[in-house]
Structures are given as C-alpha cells and as structure tokens.
C-alpha cells in the first residue's frame, strides 16, 4: 500500500508541476518547455529530490510511448494536406536531405569537438536531427510568423519526428549489431517508414470511415474512439515492427484530418489538450531524472557542439534544402535559427542511455547529458529570441502588407486604389465581368472568379498578405468567404461587411469591416454619382473625446465612412473594433451632394477620385456649421454622453455625478 501511494504521489506531483508550468509560461509568453526543464530539474535528484522517476521502472517506458504516440497523433491532425503541397518541396528536402546534413554534420561534430568515439557520435546526431511540435507549434502560436514559414516549420517538426526516431534506433541497432551490412541497415529503415505509413495510413482511413457514419454516438464519445484507436494502431504497428509506431501516429493524423469529419474542432480541441498533459508530464519525468552533474562534466567541447549544430549545420541544411523555392531570404533566415529540439529527442535519449548500460556500452549517460544540453541552449536560446528575430526580419504576421479584396463595386475599387496610393499590394476578385472590366481599366490588379476558389486565392498571394477583406454586396456571403479563406490560409486579419444581426455567425477571428450597418448600396451609389469626398485627417492629442465624439456623430448620421486607419507607420482597414488613439491618421469618405455638379458640369461622366484633403467639416468641431443640425445635434449628443458614460464610470465624486446629470437634463430640453 506504501509503494503504491508512493508512486501515486509522485504522479500528481509531476501533473502538478508540469501544468503550473505551462500556467507560468503562458502568463510570462515564453516557450513553456523552458518552464517544464527548469521545475523538472528543481523537483529531481540533483534538486530538491521530490521527484524520483526511476521509482516508475518499465513504467516509465510506457508513459513515454503511449504520450509521444498521442503528441505526434496531434500533431500530424494539425497538418493540412493543402498546407503541405504549397511547400511540398522544401518540406520533402527538410526530411530526407536536411536529416542526412544534419546527421552526419551532427556526428562530425560530436566527435571532433565533444570528443566522442563514432558511434557514440552518430548515435547522438541521429537523436537530434528532429525538431519537434512540442516546442515548434507553441511558439508559432507566441511568435505569430508568416503562414508559408509557420507551415514549413510546423511540417518539418511533426514528419521529421518518426523519421528522426526510426533513424536513431537503425543507428543503435547499428551499433549493437556491428555486423550488420549497410544492406540490411537500409532495409530496417524502409522497413519501419514503409510499415508504419501503410498501417497508419490504413487503419486512419478506416478510423474516419467509422466515425462519419457513427451517428449514435456523441461528440466526446467520438474523441475516446480516436484516442483507443490511435493507441491501437500504435501497438499494431509496434508490434509489427519496432520503432514504426510512430510513423503510423503521424500519418493517421494527416489522413484523420484529410476525412473532414463534422466532429473535427472537437477533436483536435481534445487531443491538443491531451497533448499538454502529455508534454507536461513527459518533460518533468525527464527533466527530473536528468544529472545536472553529467552536463558540467561535458566540457567546453559539448557546448561548441552544440552551437555548430545551431550556427552552421542548421543554416547549411535550410540553404540546401531550400533552393529554388519561393521563400525570400528574410524567411529563410528566419527557419534556419528555429530548430529547438523537444520531447522525441529527449525521450528516445533517456530510453537508449538506459539500453546502453544494460548492454555494458559506456556513453549512455555521456549522450543523454548531450541530447539535454542541446534542448536546453535550443530552446533558451532559439525559443525566447525567436520573436525579436521575427520582428527584425519583418516577417510577422502582423507585419504582412497589402490586401486582398472580394468585390469590384465602387467601394471595393476605391479603397483598393487608396492602398495602393499608400504603397501596398492590393488584387481584387469577383465574378461579375462588368464590374472586373473597370477595375482593370483603372489599373487595379483583378482576378474574374468566387473568392472560394483556393487556387485563384494563393495566385492573387492570399499567403503573403496582410489583409482579405470581402465587400460583396451580400453581406451572408461576405460572411461565408471570410470563415472560408480562416479555415483554408488563416490570413493576419479577416475582414468582412455583414449586417449586425448576423454577428452572432462570425466567428472571433472575422473583423467587422468599416463600420456597424454599412449600407454598401448607399456608399457605392453615393461613389457613382460623385458625390463624395475623400479626406484625411489626424486625432489630437488634446480634445481627443470631442473629436472622437465629432467623428462619430456623422458616422452615425451616415454621412461619414472611416476606411483606413494609420499608426506608427502601418496601414490598415478600419474595423468596428479599432480604438482611436492620439496622433493616429484616417483615411475617409464623406457624402457630399454638392459634388454631384461636378459631374453635371463635366457631362455625366465621373472617375473614382482619390485625391485626399483635410476637410472643414471634419476639422472644424463647432456644431453651428452643421447643414443637418437635428440629426447631428442628437447624434453628437449621444456620442458625448456615452464618452462621458464611460469616463465617469471611472470616477465616485458627487459633485462630478451632478454635473453630469445636468447635462443630461439640459439634453432633453
């Protein structure tokens, strides 16, 4: 009874500090395995000696294989098919040619600087040829890159695990068995990537096959059949072949998520949770059962191994890897510093050390402590500067340019026409022929087909920019397309017009364009007629309410509409959610009937005119110069009463309070 609760104890101390870890890590914004390393290493031996893995004996074995079999599932449902074809190429180099460059520069490495025999030497650059989700797809999440570099990472960190994996044990069993031919050596490896791709490629398909047409069970029932049959498929082809698990984890994951079942947001929300448990749990084991004093007895040389794996094998991979793709050099820069390595590496280190010493090998431990120091400068290094590096190559999302436009009505041309006056990329598509023939005569990059069309999409860079925005004049349909092209390329910012009613539909990631109950009709008719002017004007610094207030009051009066916002030298579209701040620069419309004798004058025929001015109606707040003084008055008042709302909910002063009631009372004179 002791020893159970013995171990019992230490399982809940592991949970517990694993998701305290993660809890830190997300407050903090930093890579959550530094958090895992850190309480693990402080919970073990060479710690405070709370925790004792060693206690679990062969168990510890089977957590480390039923989790990693979990994670590489996840990950593998995290892949898209699409994603994976757009960067098939480098991702195909990344796996084959990137895992021999690494291996055997790793192995050089290791043997000339860190001293250690071939084999042994080998053996440690087949374990850290991987990357690893564990660590890649949390900081993507932190860090945010462009969605071409994103998927490249996210790729290589899942397909290269099991290959990665399947390398490292043909290595040791290579080393184990020196007479084995290189025949042979190559066989066990096709051997394991063949089996376990068919295994889980198989049992995938069918996995999807059976939960399509289970209608009788329920959305949780349906998680639990996937997590029995990932661990099922695993065991199959464990036991068909050693060591080709995982590879059959990975692939029923791609095939999983290929069957587009109607239960799959549930599922990958189950298994990313499982997920965290998992690394958490894993982590702080491994962590914990780690001697701090075999990494220190590595010598300077271990730690020169490890920064020539990161500052020249690493960047030699990608460059190889990587020519004649579309990637710039910004991005490519960007991928060679982001090689951290994670659970696989050290799970598979912790489990050969202990192989090595039953075996009578010396260097088991010597390899796990090197597997370990490579995690932990990787990951401090790598993860916790990955996002200054981003910003200092402009390779954020948020930093993405340009737009991509559905719909060539007036509005949609004129605002793609002031984007591209601000230097950016702009391309519009619709199907109404009319409508595209004057956007190409008025030199407006065009696309004549339905914004659900993918291919038409990535040709008009949907990738590579910053903003899509559907300005159809169906506000439904606006809807659809946004939530479509977030599912398909999850571009940095969504846009779409649609009426409030229709809020309820849209998911957190759709931004409501421009401004509540757009009348598109009205605007674009307004822009036909001429009768419109184009202005730009600035938020004081002081009067910052009254001019936010003035500026809402003919929004609300439907004689304003806000388009472009600037702010330390980015440009975006306007949204309802957009807090005006001081010194930020918008760029508007404002109705204007007088300008409709322009186009009398000049005989009926009008252009989009672009040129932008700072307006007296706009700039001057006064209320007296108003032509329409009831509506206005009204909506002006109702805009300063709800800016002195939310300023005096701050406040308790009686004397205040009264005030403002006052106001209120002279209001309804």
Known sequence: MEGSFDLTLQIVITVLAGISAQVVAAYLKVPSIVFLLLFGMILGKDGLGILHPHRLGVGLEVIVALSVAVILFEGGLNLSLRELGRVSGSLRNLVTLGVLITFIGGGMTAHWLAEFPWAIAFLYASLVVVTGPTVISPLLKQVAVER??????????????????????????????SNATPIEILNGLILRLGIGAFIGGSLGWLLGFFLKRANVLSEELKSLVVLAGVWGLFGLSQYSRSESGLMATVVAGIVLRASALPEERLIRRFKGQ????????????????????????????????VLVLMLVVRPLSITLCTIGSQLNWRQKLFIAWIGPRGIVSASIASLFAIILTRQGINGGDSIKALVFLTIIMTVFIQGLTARWVARWLKITSSEATGAVIIGCNPLGRLLGHLIQEEGESVVLIDTDAEACQKAEDENLPVFQSSGLNPTVLEEAGIESIGTFIALTNNGEVNLVLAQRVIEEFEPPRVLAAFPRQALYKATSKVNQALVENLS???????????????????????????????????????????????????LHVVTTNDQWQPRDELIYLLYDPRSQLLKRLSGGVSSLRTALEKLPEIENIPIASVTKPDARINSLLESIKFFLGSWLSAFSNSTIKLRYLTFLQLRSI
């Open 274 to 305: 499982l997920t965290v448990l998992c690394v958490s749990v894993l982590f702080i084991l491994l962590a914990a059962d780690l001697s701090i004093a075999s990494i220190f007895a590595l010598g300077r040389g271990s730690v020169l191994t």
């Open 520 to 570: 598109l009709k009205t605007w674009n008719q307004y822009i036909n007629e001429g009768q419109y002017k184009l202005g730009r004007t600035t938020i004081p610094d002081e009067e910052l309410l009254l001019k936010q207030a003035h500026l809402q009051a003919l929004i609300r009066s439907g004689e304003l509409l806000p388009l472009l916002l600037k702010r330390d030298n980015s």
């Open 148 to 177: 071409r570099v994103a998927t490249i990472l996210e790729g290589e960190g899942v397909l290269i695990d099991p290959v990665g994996a399947i390398l490292a044990v043909v290595v040791l069993d290579t080393l184990l068995d």
